[in-house]
C-alpha cells in the first residue's frame, strides 16, 4: 500500500540498523527519550528495539495525551456529564481512563451519556441535532488537537450554536520537556523529538534543548523506518560531538510550525498560570484555558466544576514511568493489579501509554520469541 | 510462506542485559496472574463486556461458566457438542452440534448484507467450524414500536435466501415487540443445530507444536465496512461485509484434508482474538508473519487511519485453521479451490513455546506480542 509500506521497509531498516550500530562507541551506553506517545505505540507495536544494539536504550517519554490526565480532571468531567440534560463527547482514548469512581465507560453505565468521537466538529453536529441538550467537549491533548478545539470554538461562535461549551485539557509540550530535563534522576542523550505537535509549533521551541542543554533533537515521523532514522540522525550528532535540532519529518513538519493554527490557539485559547500533570504534579504554565472572549464556551464558567484533586494510588509509578526514570516493567504493580483490563495509571489505558504498548505488544524478553530475528550488525 | 517460516534461524538471545533476569521475573509474575481465574471487578456491566476481548471473557467465565459449570459448556467452542445417546446409525450414537447467536448490528443495512443473512450465516458458521453439517435453525426476532415492515420483509427475505444458500431451514421462531426506544429498531436471535460426523473431533484445544494456522480470506471486511457504514468518520471505501455460509468450504476441508485439528469463524474480536483462543486452550505458542496475512488495501487504509490494527476487527464469512504440518499445503489448496477460500494464507505455525502468547513478525522485522483486547478497539486521538 502506497505511502505505508515504502516506510515499514526491512531491507532499508536493515542498512539503518547496522549504520545505527557502527555509530556506537565501544563503551558507551546511549539513552535517547521518544517523547511522543505515538513514537512509543510504533516502537513496540512494529518491534523496532529489535534493530538497536544493546547499548542503545529508548526511553518513554511523557507525550501521551491522556496518560497526563490526573484523576481529579476525570472526576470532574464525570461531575459535568452527570449534570441535567448534559452530553458530553471525547476521543475513543479517554473512554477507559480510571477516574477515583470508574473511567467513562462506567460512568455510561449508572447513566450519563458520553459519546465518543473522532473530530471535535463532530460535537457540534451533535449539539444541533439536539437543541434541548448541553453538549460538552472534553478536550484534551498537546498543541496536535488544540488547534481542532479552537477551530470548532470559532465554528460554534460563527454559527451561533449557544449549546456548545468545551471542558478544556489542553497541555503544552515544552514545560514538560523541560521538567524532565531538569530532573535530577535522569541522563538522558537526545531527543526523538515529537513529530504531529511540530506540525504545529514547528521546530524552533526545541532550540533551547540543543544550545541551553547540549541535547540533540531530531523531530521524528511515526512511521518505523522515521524514528529508526531518527535515532541514526542523533546518534550522529552524538559522534560529532554536535547538539542541534534536526527535522527528519521535513515532509509534514515546517520548521516554524503552521501559523494559522497557532493563530486560532492564540484567538480562542491562553496559558493557565498552573495545571496539575499526572504523576508530574502542578507544572507552571503547561496547559491552556478557555480566554475570557470565549467565556460563553468554556464549561468551567458554564457549570459548576468540583475541581477535585484526587492523590496518585499509592502504588502507581506512572509519574517515574511518564519521566522515564522507570521502566513500565519495572512499576512495582505493572501487570499484575495494574493491567489493561484494570488499569490503575493512567500508562496502561491508552495504546500511547508506555505501559499499555509494553504490555501489549513488548511482554517478552528475547530469549522467549520463538523465531528470534537475527541481524548481524556490521561493525567496523 | 511455508518456507520462510521454516528457514527462519532458531532462537538466539541478543539482548542479555543485567536487568534481563529482573525483567523475566516480572514477565513470569504477569503471567501467573493472567492465568488467575478471572474476577469480574465492574459493578455494572459496560460496552466492553460484549465486544469479544479480555472483559467478555471474564464476564463468561465469572458469572455464565460458574452458574452453568458442565463439560458440554467448558470447552467454549462456537457450538456445543452433544452425544446423542442409542440414537443414529446402527442405534450406535450420533454427536448433535447445538449453537446459538443474537444479532445487534447497526445499522440494520450495510454495503454486502443486512442483519438477516447476518443472523444465518453467524450461526451456520458456528455449526460449521464445529465440523458439524447445519441442519437447522430457529429465529427469534425482537422489534421495536415503529419499525417498517418494508424493512422487515427485506431481513426476513435474505434470511429466507440465506437460509436456501447454506441449505438450512428456519424451523421454528418467536416474536416480541418492545415499546418505543426500547430497542434499536430490530434485533435477531437465532439457535442451529447441525450433525457431527462420526470421528470429528475439532477443538482449539488440539492444537500442536509444529501445527500450520491458515486463515481463508482477506480478514476485518466486515468490522471496517461497518464502521464506516454507521457514517460518523466521514471515510468512503470501495468495502463490503464478507458475510457468507461457510458450511461448504468447511466440508470440502474435512473431507480432503485429514489432519485439521480446529477451526474457527473470526468473528468479534477478529483474527488475534482466535489465535489467543488457541494459545490459552492448548497451552502452545502461536507465530504468526504480518506480511502473510491477506488483508484487503481498503481495509489496511480504513484501520491505519483509525489507529486500529485489522487482526482485531471482526470477520463474518472467514475462518480459522490449525492443521497438522503436513496436510497443511493440501489444506491450503483445497481451500483456494473453493470461491469463498480463494485468497486463503498459511499465516504462521503453532510453537511449543511460549506458552499462551501469540507472537508477530512484523512486516517491518520486528517481533511483538498480539495480545486480546479488552474490549473494543478505540480510535487513538493523534
Same mark, same amino acid.
Given at each position: 500500500?502506497?505511502?505505508?509500506?515504502?516506510?515499514?521497509?526491512?531491507?532499508?531498516?536493515?542498512?539503518?540498523?547496522?549504520?545505527?550500530?557502527?555509530?556506537?562507541?565501544?563503551?558507551?551506553?546511549?539513552?535517547?527519550?521518544?517523547?511522543?506517545?505515538?513514537?512509543?505505540?510504533?516502537?513496540?507495536?512494529?518491534?523496532?528495539?529489535?534493530?538497536?544494539?544493546?547499548?542503545?536504550?529508548?526511553?518513554?517519554?511523557?507525550?501521551?495525551?491522556?496518560?497526563?490526565?490526573?484523576?481529579?480532571?476525570?472526576?470532574?468531567?464525570?461531575?459535568?456529564?452527570?449534570?441535567?440534560?448534559?452530553?458530553?463527547?471525547?476521543?475513543?482514548?479517554?473512554?477507559?481512563?480510571?477516574?477515583?469512581?470508574?473511567?467513562?465507560?462506567?460512568?455510561?453505565?449508572?447513566?450519563?451519556?458520553?459519546?465518543?468521537?473522532?473530530?471535535?466538529?463532530?460535537?457540534?453536529?451533535?449539539?444541533?441535532?439536539?437543541?434541548?441538550?448541553?453538549?460538552?467537549?472534553?478536550?484534551?491533548?498537546?498543541?496536535?488537537?488544540?488547534?481542532?478545539?479552537?477551530?470548532?470554538?470559532?465554528?460554534?461562535?460563527?454559527?451561533?450554536?449557544?449549546?456548545?461549551?468545551?471542558?478544556?485539557?489542553?497541555?503544552?509540550?515544552?514545560?514538560?520537556?523541560?521538567?524532565?530535563?531538569?530532573?535530577?534522576?535522569?541522563?538522558?542523550?537526545?531527543?526523538?523529538?515529537?513529530?504531529?505537535?511540530?506540525?504545529?509549533?514547528?521546530?524552533?521551541?526545541?532550540?533551547?534543548?540543543?544550545?541551553?542543554?547540549?541535547?540533540?533533537?531530531?523531530?521524528?515521523?511515526?512511521?518505523?523506518?522515521?524514528?529508526?532514522?531518527?535515532?541514526?540522525?542523533?546518534?550522529?550528532?552524538?559522534?560529532?560531538?554536535?547538539?542541534?535540532?534536526?527535522?527528519?519529518?521535513?515532509?509534514?513538519?515546517?520548521?516554524?510550525?503552521?501559523?494559522?493554527?497557532?493563530?486560532?490557539?492564540?484567538?480562542?485559547?491562553?496559558?493557565?498560570?498552573?495545571?496539575?500533570?499526572?504523576?508530574?504534579?502542578?507544572?507552571?504554565?503547561?496547559?491552556?484555558?478557555?480566554?475570557?472572549?470565549?467565556?460563553?464556551?468554556?464549561?468551567?464558567?458554564?457549570?459548576?466544576?468540583?475541581?477535585?484533586?484526587?492523590?496518585?494510588?499509592?502504588?502507581?509509578?506512572?509519574?517515574?514511568?511518564?519521566?522515564?526514570?522507570?521502566?513500565?516493567?519495572?512499576?512495582?504493580?505493572?501487570?499484575?493489579?495494574?493491567?489493561?483490563?484494570?488499569?490503575?495509571?493512567?500508562?496502561?489505558?491508552?495504546?500511547?501509554?508506555?505501559?499499555?504498548?509494553?504490555?501489549?505488544?513488548?511482554?517478552?524478553?528475547?530469549?522467549?520469541?520463538?523465531?528470534?530475528?537475527?541481524?548481524?550488525?556490521?561493525?567496523? | 510462506?511455508?518456507?520462510?517460516?521454516?528457514?527462519?534461524?532458531?532462537?538466539?538471545?541478543?539482548?542479555?542485559?543485567?536487568?534481563?533476569?529482573?525483567?523475566?521475573?516480572?514477565?513470569?509474575?504477569?503471567?501467573?496472574?493472567?492465568?488467575?481465574?478471572?474476577?469480574?471487578?465492574?459493578?455494572?456491566?459496560?460496552?466492553?463486556?460484549?465486544?469479544?476481548?479480555?472483559?467478555?471473557?471474564?464476564?463468561?467465565?465469572?458469572?455464565?461458566?460458574?452458574?452453568?459449570?458442565?463439560?458440554?459448556?467448558?470447552?467454549?467452542?462456537?457450538?456445543?457438542?452433544?452425544?446423542?445417546?442409542?440414537?443414529?446409525?446402527?442405534?450406535?450414537?450420533?454427536?448433535?452440534?447445538?449453537?446459538?447467536?443474537?444479532?445487534?448490528?447497526?445499522?440494520?443495512?450495510?454495503?454486502?448484507?443486512?442483519?438477516?443473512?447476518?443472523?444465518?450465516?453467524?450461526?451456520?458458521?458456528?455449526?460449521?467450524?464445529?465440523?458439524?453439517?447445519?441442519?437447522?435453525?430457529?429465529?427469534? %426476532? @425482537?422489534? /421495536?414500536?415503529?419499525? #417498517? &415492515?418494508? +424493512?422487515?420483509? =427485506?431481513?426476513? $427475505?435474505?434470511?429466507?435466501?440465506?437460509?436456501?444458500?447454506?441449505?438450512?431451514?428456519?424451523?421454528?421462531?418467536?416474536?416480541?415487540?418492545?415499546?418505543?426506544?426500547?430497542?434499536?429498531?430490530?434485533?435477531?436471535?437465532?439457535?442451529?443445530?447441525?450433525?457431527?460426523?462420526?470421528?470429528?473431533?475439532?477443538?482449539?484445544?488440539?492444537?500442536?507444536?509444529?501445527?500450520?494456522?491458515?486463515?481463508?480470506?482477506?480478514?476485518?471486511?466486515?468490522?471496517?465496512?461497518?464502521?464506516?457504514?454507521?457514517?460518523?468518520?466521514?471515510?468512503?471505501?470501495?468495502?463490503?461485509?464478507?458475510?457468507?455460509?461457510?458450511?461448504?468450504?468447511?466440508?470440502?476441508?474435512?473431507?480432503?484434508?485429514?489432519?485439521?485439528?480446529?477451526?474457527?469463524?473470526?468473528?468479534?474480536?477478529?483474527?488475534?482474538?482466535?489465535?489467543?483462543?488457541?494459545?490459552?486452550?492448548?497451552?502452545?505458542?502461536? %507465530? @504468526?508473519? /504480518?506480511?502473510?496475512? #491477506? &488483508?484487503? +488495501?481498503?481495509? =489496511?487504509?480504513? $484501520?491505519?487511519?483509525?489507529?486500529?490494527?485489522?487482526?482485531?476487527?471482526?470477520?463474518?464469512?472467514?475462518?480459522?485453521?490449525?492443521?497438522?504440518?503436513?496436510?497443511?499445503?493440501?489444506?491450503?489448496?483445497v481451500l483456494r479451490a473453493h470461491p469463498l477460500g480463494a485468497q486463503a494464507e498459511i499465516i504462521g505455525e503453532v510453537t511449543a513455546e511460549p506458552v499462551g502468547l501469540v507472537t508477530i513478525k512484523t512486516a517491518f522485522g520486528g517481533t511483538r506480542i498480539v495480545d486480546?483486547?479488552?474490549?473494543?478497539?478505540?480510535?487513538?486521538?493523534?
Amino acid at each position: 500500500m502506497r505511502f505505508v509500506d515504502e516506510f515499514r521497509d526491512a531491507e532499508k531498516a536493515h542498512a539503518l540498523a547496522a549504520r545505527i550500530a557502527g555509530l556506537c562507541e565501544p563503551g558507551r551506553q546511549y539513552k535517547l527519550m521518544e517523547v511522543c506517545g505515538g513514537h512509543t505505540h510504533t516502537i513496540y507495536k512494529h518491534g523496532l528495539e529489535d534493530y538497536l544494539p544493546e547499548s542503545v536504550t529508548l526511553v518513554h517519554g511523557p507525550g501521551c495525551p491522556v496518560c497526563v490526565i490526573p484523576m481529579g480532571r476525570v472526576d470532574d468531567a464525570i461531575h459535568l456529564a452527570s449534570e441535567p440534560d448534559v452530553i458530553m463527547t471525547s476521543f475513543g482514548d479517554m473512554m477507559r481512563v480510571p477516574g477515583s469512581n470508574g473511567a467513562f465507560f462506567d460512568a455510561n453505565a449508572r447513566g450519563t451519556n458520553i459519546k465518543m468521537v473522532y473530530s471535535p466538529l463532530d460535537s457540534l453536529k451533535i449539539a444541533k441535532a439536539n437543541p434541548d441538550k448541553r453538549v460538552v467537549f472534553m478536550a484534551i491533548g498537546f498543541e496536535t488537537t488544540a488547534p481542532s478545539t479552537a477551530m470548532t470554538v470559532l465554528r460554534a461562535r460563527a454559527q451561533g450554536i449557544k449549546n456548545f461549551s468545551v471542558f478544556c485539557n489542553h497541555v503544552t509540550i515544552i514545560p514538560a520537556i523541560k521538567a524532565i530535563l531538569d530532573s535530577p534522576d535522569l541522563r538522558l542523550d537526545g531527543f526523538i523529538g515529537p513529530g504531529h505537535v511540530s506540525t504545529v509549533i514547528g521546530c524552533r521551541p526545541y532550540e533551547f534543548i540543543a544550545s541551553g542543554y547540549g541535547k540533540p533533537v531530531v523531530v521524528a515521523g511515526f512511521e518505523p523506518l522515521d524514528i529508526l532514522q531518527s535515532i541514526y540522525m542523533l546518534m550522529l550528532q552524538l559522534h560529532e560531538d554536535r547538539s542541534e535540532v534536526e527535522n527528519q519529518y521535513a515532509r509534514v513538519v515546517p520548521w516554524n510550525g503552521n501559523p494559522v493554527a497557532l493563530k486560532a490557539i492564540g484567538e480562542t485559547m491562553e496559558l493557565r498560570p498552573y495545571f496539575e500533570w499526572r504523576g508530574l504534579g502542578f507544572i507552571s504554565h503547561s496547559a491552556l484555558k478557555m480566554r475570557e472572549a470565549y467565556a460563553d464556551f468554556d464549561a468551567e464558567l458554564l457549570f459548576a466544576v468540583p475541581g477535585v484533586r484526587v492523590a496518585d494510588p499509592k502504588a502507581c509509578q506512572c509519574g517515574e514511568v511518564l519521566k522515564g526514570v522507570l521502566k513500565p516493567w519495572e512499576c512495582k504493580v505493572f501487570g499484575t493489579a495494574c493491567t489493561p483490563e484494570t488499569p490503575i495509571g493512567t500508562c496502561m489505558v491508552s495504546p500511547e501509554g508506555a505501559c499499555a504498548a509494553y504490555y501489549n505488544y513488548g511482554r517478552l524478553t528475547r530469549q522467549r520469541v520463538p523465531e528470534a530475528i537475527s541481524i548481524e550488525l556490521s561493525r567496523p | 510462506m511455508t518456507q520462510q517460516l521454516a528457514s527462519t534461524p532458531p532462537p538466539r538471545p541478543r539482548r542479555v542485559l543485567s536487568t534481563g533476569d529482573r525483567e523475566q521475573q516480572v514477565l513470569d509474575r504477569i503471567e501467573r496472574a493472567r492465568r488467575r481465574r478471572p474476577k469480574l471487578r465492574e459493578e455494572r456491566i459496560t460496552m466492553s463486556h460484549g465486544a469479544g476481548g479480555k472483559a467478555t471473557h471474564t464476564l463468561i467465565e465469572a458469572i455464565f461458566l460458574d452458574a452453568f459449570r458442565n463439560p458440554l459448556l467448558e470447552p467454549l467452542e462456537d457450538a456445543a457438542r452433544l452425544p446423542m445417546k442409542g440414537v443414529g446409525e446402527a442405534g450406535g450414537g450420533a454427536t448433535v452440534a447445538l449453537t446459538t447467536d443474537s444479532f445487534v448490528v447497526s445499522p440494520l443495512f450495510f454495503p454486502g448484507g443486512n442483519i438477516g443473512d447476518l443472523a444465518v450465516n453467524g450461526t451456520v458458521n458456528d455449526l460449521a467450524v464445529a465440523g458439524a453439517t447445519p441442519l437447522y435453525l430457529s429465529a427469534g %426476532f @425482537i422489534l /421495536e414500536e415503529g419499525f #417498517p &415492515v418494508a +424493512d422487515l420483509t =427485506r431481513i426476513v $427475505a435474505s434470511m429466507r435466501d440465506a437460509a436456501a444458500a447454506a441449505g438450512v431451514a428456519v424451523v421454528t421462531g418467536d416474536t416480541k415487540v418492545v415499546e418505543k426506544g426500547k430497542a434499536d429498531g430490530c434485533y435477531i436471535n437465532t439457535a442451529g443445530v447441525g450433525a457431527v460426523a462420526a470421528g470429528v473431533d475439532l477443538g482449539v484445544a488440539n492444537a500442536r507444536p509444529g501445527d500450520k494456522v491458515l486463515v481463508s480470506g482477506p480478514i476485518g471486511d466486515h468490522g471496517v465496512t461497518i464502521m464506516l457504514a454507521r457514517g460518523e468518520l466521514d471515510i468512503e471505501a470501495d468495502v463490503e461485509s464478507d458475510t457468507a455460509p461457510l458450511a461448504e468450504l468447511v466440508a470440502g476441508l474435512l473431507g480432503a484434508v485429514p489432519g485439521v485439528r480446529a477451526l474457527r469463524d473470526a468473528t468479534r474480536g477478529g483474527v488475534a482474538t482466535i489465535l489467543n483462543e488457541i494459545a490459552q486452550a492448548a497451552d502452545v505458542g502461536v %507465530f @504468526i508473519s /504480518e506480511s502473510a496475512i #491477506p &488483508v484487503r +488495501d481498503q481495509v =489496511r487504509g480504513a $484501520a491505519e487511519l483509525l489507529g486500529i490494527d485489522p487482526l482485531y476487527v471482526a470477520c463474518e464469512g472467514r475462518l480459522v485453521a490449525v492443521v497438522d504440518a503436513g496436510q497443511a499445503a493440501r489444506a491450503l489448496a483445497v481451500l483456494r479451490a473453493h470461491p469463498l477460500g480463494a485468497q486463503a494464507e498459511i499465516i504462521g505455525e503453532v510453537t511449543a513455546e511460549p506458552v499462551g502468547l501469540v507472537t508477530i513478525k512484523t512486516a517491518f522485522g520486528g517481533t511483538r506480542i498480539v495480545d486480546l483486547l479488552v474490549g473494543d478497539p478505540l480510535p487513538r486521538i493523534c
